[in-house]
């Protein structure tokens, strides 16, 4: 088993002397709420990704909950209208979002909330919790007075935290049939509406390769997640021919019964396979 690598200065920052430990339960329970999602995909029964989609949705937020029940300075706070509670770690907000479902998108080009437009939420959240951006920052009134005092509640919701409490991003990649393919996390500020963000930090968070679950094929490569690969033509077994002793009869017959390499199989046309 390798070692665990030592934790960042970033880390150390943030949580202290509990850095690795913390680190440590974030990738356990995002790698537990992919696995949940996973179950769920195969025992649905449909190939429609649904069932994967919104088991992770909300498994992804119960399981950060629960990995740190047991640690001291951990908070939680379910937003006004919100469905999910949010972990605060050590005056650390967590915030997971899965930002590809393969490895062809570089997390340097995350965005945030897939192809909709982020939440009010998250731009409260960003504003309130995230680094000091170097833009201007995206506008919460929408317009709609109905809106705005929605959002209004959101904010006065999360004025119980602490000043100085911290954003931190954790950006996963994932797929129903892989599993968790890559995992990060760090700090970032929002740019537009359509959730692309600008990293201040970001590092990888190592994580265990999960088992198979649900039916899915077990990962043999190098890397977390790999597909099994197709077995090499020759690696299976060699075939063995038959091999038939002749009659006496032909042996002292041979010039009636000259010996024959393969059986004669009668041939049956196209149409007498269909019955017709």
């Known amino acids: 088993m390798h070692a665990e690598p030592p934790p960042s200065r970033w880390s150390s920052d943030r949580f202290g002397e509990g850095a690795v430990p913390v680190r440590r339960a974030v990738a356990e329970a995002v790698l537990e709420a992919i696995e949940n999602a996973r179950d769920a995909q195969g025992s649905s029964g449909t190939d429609k990704q649904h069932p994967f989609g919104f088991t992770l949705m909300a498994r992804k937020f119960e399981t950060l909950g629960r990995s740190f029940t047991d640690m ?20 650390n907000l967590l915030f997971p979002f899965e930002f590809a479902k393969d490895r062809s998108t570089n997390v340097m080009k995350a965005q945030i909330g897939g192809t909709a437009k982020v939440s009010g939420l998250l731009k409260i959240l960003f504003r309130r919790f995230g680094p000091e951006p170097s833009m201007v920052q995206l506008a919460l009134d929408t317009g709609d007075d109905g ?9 006065t919701s999360l004025a119980r935290l602490p000043e100085g409490t911290r954003l931190v991003l954790i950006a996963y990649a994932c797929n129903s049939q892989a599993g968790l393919l890559e995992l990060w996390w760090g700090e970032a500020e929002l740019l537009d509406e359509h959730g692309r963000i600008r ?5 990888e968070i190592p994580f265990r390769k999960a088992p198979p679950s649900g039916g899915q094929l077990p990962g043999t490569g190098s890397g977390p997640g ?11 077994p060699m075939p063995t021919p038959p ?29 007498d396979d269909e019955g017709h």
């Open 72 to 91: 001291p300075g951990v908070t939680t706070i379910r937003p006004t209208g919100s469905m999910h509670e949010l972990t605060v770690v050590s005056g």
């Open 147 to 155: 809106e705005t005092r929605r959002l209004e509640a959101v904010a």
């Open 199 to 203: 990293w201040v930090h970001c590092e």
């Open 226 to 236: 790999d597909l099994p690969s197709s077995p090499k033509f020759d690696e299976g």
């Open 243 to 271: 091999l038939n002793a002749r009659p006496a009869v032909e042996v002292k017959n041979q010039d009636a019964f000259p010996p024959r390499t393969e059986t004669e199989t009668p041939t049956q046309g196209v149409a």
